[in-house]
């Protein structure tokens, strides 16, 4: 089946560096992408990796290997408005748009 | 440029009543995607439209769900004789092209159903 696996909990200090997993069990994707939700908001995108490597977007980085069927989001110089949920998402190949893992509640705290 | 609109905000209904959830896209996207969310969870694909056409409704149940993007107005997300199951966050999402490609889907802030 199509699925994919993150922490459901991470807390990290303001100012600090906070990596994010996500596994995934899937026989072909086109990329893995991030977003970030506040409490009550709406999902807002963050990053998308087609290939493997690493992308930087200012403060936040993602970074993919499909060989270990593996990515993470990096986030740096934590702030206390990051604290938020993460999901990443990926399309998979066929009709299907985003599959969503459950979801990272990032908590920053001073 | 608006983003994407969905309206109401939030909806309450009684349990066997009809729930009509809109969806206006982002000017120029002709492609709309509805999900569900529960609560601590992530988000459920249900449906994907183009003008005139479901895609895929694979995500959606076969009972009491509908949906439809006419050429004209708004997608529209429709639950009949509602349960109390049916409580959740229902996000719009539109993109200017099919998700086979491109990395990006645009959100709208949601209707929170809640049934009672």
């Known amino acids: 089946g199509q699925s994919l696996e993150q922490p459901s909990e991470v807390t990290a200090v303001e100012g600090a560096i906070v990596q994010i997993n996500c596994t995934y069990q899937?026989?072909?994707?086109?990329?893995l992408s991030w977003y970030q939700q506040h409490d009550g908001g709406a999902p807002t995108f963050l990053s998308y990796?087609?290939?493997?490597g690493l992308e930087e977007t200012g403060r936040f980085s993602s970074f993919l290997s499909r060989s270990d069927s593996y990515g993470y989001l990096l986030l740096q110089e934590l702030q206390m408005k990051d604290s938020a949920s993460y999901f990443c998402?990926?399309?998979?190949?066929?009709?299907?748009?985003?599959?969503f893992g459950k979801g990272t509640r990032l908590s920053v705290i001073a | 440029n608006a983003g994407v609109m969905q309206n109401p905000r939030h909806l309450v209904r009684r349990r066997g009543q009809e729930a009509r959830l809109r969806c206006s896209p982002m000017?120029?996207?002709?492609?709309v995607y509805w999900y569900r969310q529960l609560p601590e969870e992530g988000l459920k694909f249900m449906v994907y439209?183009?003008?005139?056409?479901?895609?895929?409704e694979s995500g959606m149940p076969k009972e009491r769900f509908s949906a439809e993007f006419p050429k004209e107005g708004p997608s529209i997300l429709r639950i009949q004789q509602v349960v109390r199951g049916d409580s959740a966050a229902y996000f719009c999402?539109?993109?200017?092209?099919?998700?086979?490609?491109?990395?990006?889907?645009?959100f709208g802030p949601g209707t929170r159903l809640t049934v009672t």
């Open positions: 439209l183009q003008k005139e056409n479901i895609i895929d």
């Open positions: 998402a990926v399309y998979f190949t066929g009709n299907t748009p985003l599959v």
């Open positions: 999402a539109s993109s200017p092209r099919t998700s086979g490609g491109p990395s990006e889907q645009y």
């Open positions: 990796n087609a290939l493997d």
């Open positions: 899937t026989s072909g994707f086109y990329g």
């Open positions: 000017k120029g996207h002709s492609h």
